[in-house]
T-cell receptor
Framework: DGGITQSPKYLFRKEGQNVTLSCEQN?????MYWYRQDPGQGLRLIYY???????QKGDIAEGYSVSREKKESFPLTVTSAQKNPTAFYLC??????????FGPGTRLLVL | QKEVEQNSGPLSVPEGAIASLNCTYS??????FFWYRQYSGKSPELIMS??SNGDKEDGRFTAQLNKASQYVSLLIRDSQPSDSATYLC???????????WGAGTKLIIKP
């Protein structure tokens, strides 16, 4: 089955800790995205990547980092510099100017 | 910076009635528009995309686009309790790969 997978479903972070969220797609899409969603809010773009080994900051990139070493994978690291990381994190992929498809999401909570 | 605006709601509609959701956007040159549905705790899923003025119908859903007035609407006929969700509107950003998202309208269908 083609689709986007994210893991883990829930992630707990201790203060000062870096954590990495996984996103994998087998849709052969060039572009991948990371969004953050806070309760009752819309989607805010963290980072996006149009091709392998290239990525751009979105509206709220501070405290986050990404890599795009393979077309299928776009992991997001939430660093200790992100002081308010509790949110629902969504990964998406698309072809240019076409529909974005979403993974099931990762809910990050701070201990 | 393009902007997309939606009434946050909640919009309460009786079961069997027509639900009407609206979205306005700031950029006159936008060519494509997307409606996504997001159930509580889940990721967004595409309902409809529309690219030209007029109506596009898919089952109980109709998207209406008016480029001159810069709004796009989504009508849901014969509303069902399972339609209760948040509906997100999106338009392309300055990059070929980006979407600009509205904050979403929460729809509640009352049995």
């Amino acid at each position: 089955d083609g689709g986007i997978t994210q893991s883990p479903k829930y992630l707990f972070r201790k203060e000062g800790q870096n954590v990495t969220l996984s996103c994998e797609q087998n849709l052969n899409h060039d572009a991948m995205y990371w969004y953050r969603q806070d309760p009752g809010q819309g989607l805010r773009l963290i980072y996006y990547s149009q091709i392998v080994n290239d990525f751009q900051k979105g509206d709220i990139a501070e405290g986050y980092s990404v890599s795009r070493e393979k077309k299928e994978s776009f992991p997001l690291t939430v660093t200790s510099a992100q002081k308010n990381p509790t949110a629902f994190y969504l990964c998406a992929s698309s072809r240019a100017q076409e529909t974005q498809y979403f993974g099931p999401g990762t809910r990050l909570l701070v201990l | 910076q393009k902007e997309v605006e939606q009434n946050s709601g909640p919009l309460s509609v009786p079961e069997g009635a027509i639900a009407s959701l609206n979205c306005t956007y700031s950029d006159r040159v936008s060519q494509s528009f997307f409606w996504y549905r997001q159930y509580s705790g889940k990721s967004p899923e595409l309902i409809m995309s529309i690219y030209s003025n007029g109506d596009k119908e898919d089952g109980r859903f109709t998207a209406q686009l008016n480029k001159a007035s810069q709004y796009v609407s989504l009508l849901i006929r014969d509303s069902q309790p399972s339609d209760s969700a948040t509906y997100l509107c999106a338009v392309p950003g300055d990059s070929n790969y980006q979407l600009i998202w509205g904050a979403g309208t929460k729809l509640i269908i009352k049995p």
